[in-house]
């Protein structure tokens, strides 16, 4: 059964950083492209960042340069470092594998919270 369990959000002021976790079971994790998503209120969810099984990484125009994402495939994890955040980065940040569907399986997320 998979799981998804998010961590490390939290209040900043804009400028500051965080960094979010994802602790991932289930199967889920080993063979696919992870991602972290956003969802602000209001709007559809969207993909930030992804990171293959072997490192590859993409990141959306508007955090490129600010967010990094990272994995450990020993531990089943995927990381999310944010700096220079903004209040547009104002969101529920989930992970998940790449492309996965609304109806799939999805964590209870992480709120962040970047005030002006």
């Known amino acids: 059964q998979v799981q998804l369990v998010e961590s490390g959000g939290g209040l900043v002021q804009a400028g500051g950083s965080l960094r979010l976790s994802c602790v991932a079971s289930?199967?889920?994790?080993?063979?696919?492209?992870m991602g972290w998503y956003r969802q602000a209120p209001g709007k559809q969810r969207e993909l930030v960042a992804s990171?293959?099984?072997?490192?590859?990484?993409n990141y959306a125009d508007s955090v490129k340069g600010r967010f990094t994402i990272s994995r450990d495939n020993a531990k089943n994890t995927v990381s999310l470092q944010m700096n220079s955040l903004k209040p547009e980065d104002t969101a529920v940040y989930y992970c998940n594998k790449l492309r996965a569907p609304d109806y799939a399986y999805w964590g209870q997320g992480t709120q962040v919270t970047v005030s002006s």
């Open positions: 990171v293959s099984r072997y490192g590859v990484t």
């Open positions: 289930g199967g889920i994790f080993s063979i696919n492209t």
